[in-house]
């Protein structure tokens, strides 16, 4: 079973905008999204992504929290757009930036639409307790709350969220 291991943080500062290596769009949504997963009918969510030429489903446990399972398989482009478009509740749309920190990579994603003004940080770590470089931009972790992980973000995205929501007072700082 393939793991995945993610820190997610909110950047303090947009001073790791200096160190993007590239930047790329994606698109993806939900076949099994969020409204399964909280009312329990579903234990994992099951997305399409868009990025460039290059496309992916992916399978990811129903856990919050670092360590989750996770599964991804290549598909044609042309089914990840026919996808997006037909099956999915909704399209989340951003821009991911690959930022590298003392050989440790970044992705950096900057969310669009409804989502506009949301960027999150995210880190993959070979093992839970796995060291990483902390940079100065580097701000809240916000990797146990819920509502920033992707497949929340369509039902219930950020230009919906309470001052206390955005200002992540119930964050890890």
């Known amino acids: 079973m393939a793991i995945e291991i993610e820190r997610k943080f909110l ?3 947009d001073v790791w905008r200096a160190a993007i290596e590239r930047s790329e769009p994606i698109a993806q949504g939900y076949l099994v999204g969020a409204q399964a997963l909280h009312d329990g009918s579903a234990r ?3 997305r399409a ?3 460039g030429e290059q496309a992916w489903l992916n399978i990811k446990a129903a856990k919050v929290g670092i360590e989750r399972a996770e599964f991804e398989y290549a598909i044609p482009v042309a089914d990840a757009r026919a996808l997006l478009a037909t099956l999915c509740d909704g399209v ?3 821009i991911r930036h690959h930022v590298r920190v003392d050989g440790v990579l970044f992705e950096i994603d900057e969310f ?3 989502n506009s003004g ?3 940080a995210e880190v993959e770590l070979p093992a839970v307790d796995a ?3 902390r940079p100065a931009w580097l701000g809240c972790e916000v990797s146990d709350l819920s509502r920033y992980y ?3 973000l369509i039902a219930h995205p950020y230009r919906q969220w309470s001052l206390a929501e955005r200002a992540a007072e119930d964050a890890a700082c």
């Open 11 to 13: 950047p303090a500062s």
């Open 44 to 46: 994992a969510s099951v």
């Open 131 to 133: 060291p990483f470089p």
């Open 150 to 152: 992707n497949v929340n």
């Open 92 to 94: 989340l749309e951003k």
């Open 118 to 120: 949301l960027i999150v």
């Open 49 to 51: 992504r868009l990025a």
């Open 112 to 114: 669009l639409g409804d």
